[in-house]
């Protein structure tokens, strides 16, 4: 016997809880089921953590340059991992425990601890219990993915689940990786004190974004004191006393033996399906795993949906709660939201951080499209050079005949809260005059941005 609802959520991540809520507001009875944590990713590992440890590595950076600011500090500035740590799971337990709570108070909404896996297209089994519900839901998210190199097996390697349960100091932290997570775990380590090597077998850092973002990104840290090493076709790992040897090799040259107490493994995503039973319902995925879905986030199969990184649509916490709020608006509020009514934009949370929304220059190239381009020095920025933090700098590109915008980089201080007022443009199709001729407020970054459109040049 099953115990029957009108719907099951798989996965207590972003996009979850939400849902549960508006079948709960409809007078519905509805199943979230979760196997591990409530929150997903965004609340547990990635997200809230994360960037609690970044803004605990900034104060330490910052405290660093106190000089700089005509701040006089006694001694070395120190850092207590335990703290750091302490401080990083208060943030995320608080977070877990509020979702936990808003779920229990739900009116119809049942939360089921543990594993789930289809029996039937509709129909589950958790832990030896039977669920079943005319609309199924997958929310379940991804997990760090692990290459196959050459004893990486043989050691114990962190990934972004494990390295923020640490609460103690590498020495030397290895990084594999040369992209998103990588990038913000390299830095703050090494604002934390420890020694950091990134190791990326492309030619250059951040592969999405545009070569001189790619530039930019990698002079920041190397100035910090990172170590980066590029075009590492070749890598191999052995134990090595307490810690690792991890051997590189690319592009022609010699191999280089790098020493390290601790490596991370952040080479991407891939998307937690392959536990579910999903032949047992029909679901259909492709060669990644994703779930395949349609512009209204339906599966191949009647009355399934897929929500958030295991559909392959944007894998950020944003793009998790938009799916949300695409398939909330359709079966409640009689609407017609699609995914491809959204527009690309993301962060990447190193200091300072690279905002960006729309098409890259790259992809406005290619597309031979008549484009203008305007570019700004964060130099040339009052709010940064009064801050103290002129690195990065700032583009935008629109369409040089209908004058929309395409595409914006703010790489620098505040860049990933700036990029929202050209984002917002963007949503509203505005051209960008609009934005040329705003008063913005003195003194800011964005007030820059209209300036920067005012110089822009064609694009060659």
């Known amino acids: 016997m099953s ?36 929150g997903g990713t965004c609340v547990n590992t990635g997200c809230m953590p994360t960037k609690t440890l970044v803004a605990s590595a900034y104060a330490a950076h910052l405290a660093r340059r106190a000089d700089e600011y005509g701040v006089v500090l006694d001694g070395a500035v120190g850092i207590d991992m335990k703290k750091v740590w302490a401080r990083k799971q208060a943030v995320t337990m608080n977070a877990r425990t509020g979702l936990e709570d808003w779920l229990g108070g739900m009116p119809g909404c049942r939360l089921v601890r543990g594993h789930a896996r289809f029996t039937a297209p509709h129909e589950i089994e958790v832990d030896g219990e039977r669920l079943s519900a005319p609309k199924i839901f997958l929310n379940v998210g991804g997990r760090a ?143 990644r795993g994703n779930v395949i879905v349609d512009d209204q986030l339906r599966s191949t199969v009647e009355g399934i949906w897929a929500l958030g990184d295991c559909n392959g649509k944007g894998a950020f916490t944003h793009t998790s709660y938009n799916d949300y709020e695409i398939v909330a608006a359709n079966l409640f509020d009689a609407g017609q939201r699609r995914v491809s009514d959204r ?76 990029v929202h007022g050209l984002l917002d443009g963007m949503y509203a199709k505005a051209p960008y005059t609009t934005i040329q001729h705003a008063v913005h407020i003195h003194p800011t970054v964005s007030e820059l941005v209209p300036t920067m459109i005012g110089e822009m040049q064609p694009l060659t």
């Open 145 to 287: 993915s692990v290459p196959d190199l050459p004893g990486l097996a043989g050691i114990d390697y962190l990934t972004n689940t494990s390295i923020v349960e640490l609460d103690t100091l590498p020495e030397h932290l290895v990084v594999i990786g040369g992209s998103y997570i990588a990038l913000e775990f390299a830095q703050m380590y090494r604002r934390f004190g420890a020694k950091v090597t990134v190791i990326e077998r492309g030619p250059r850092l951040t592969a999405r974004e545009d070569p001189d973002i790619s530039e930019a990104i990698r002079d920041i840290l190397v100035k910090e004191g990172i170590d980066v090493q590029l075009g590492a076709t070749e890598m191999s790992f052995a134990p090595e006393g307490a810690g690792v040897a991890v051997s590189v090799a690319g592009d022609g040259r010699a191999a280089i033996r790098i020493s390290g107490s601790h490596v991370l493994v952040a080479v991407g995503r891939v998307p937690n399906t392959d536990d579910l039973g999903l032949d047992k319902a029909g679901i259909e995925t492709d060669a």
């Open 343 to 418: 527009i690309t934009a993301y962060a990447l949370y190193i200091d300072p951080p690279l905002g960006r929304i729309g098409l890259t220059e790259e992809e406005v190239r290619r597309s031979g499209r008549k484009a203008l381009i305007g570019r700004r020095p964060m130099t040339r920025v009052g709010r940064a050079v009064e801050k103290g933090e002129t690195l990065g700098f700032m583009k935008v590109i629109v369409d040089a005949d209908s004058h929309a915008i395409l595409g914006a980089a703010i790489l620098g201080v505040g860049g990933d809260e700036v």
């Open 3 to 38: 115990q029957n609802f009108d719907a099951i959520i798989i996965g207590a991540g972003q996009a979850g809880p939400s849902l549960a809520a508006r079948f709960s507001a409809a007078g519905q009875r509805v199943a979230i089921v979760e196997r591990k944590h409530v």
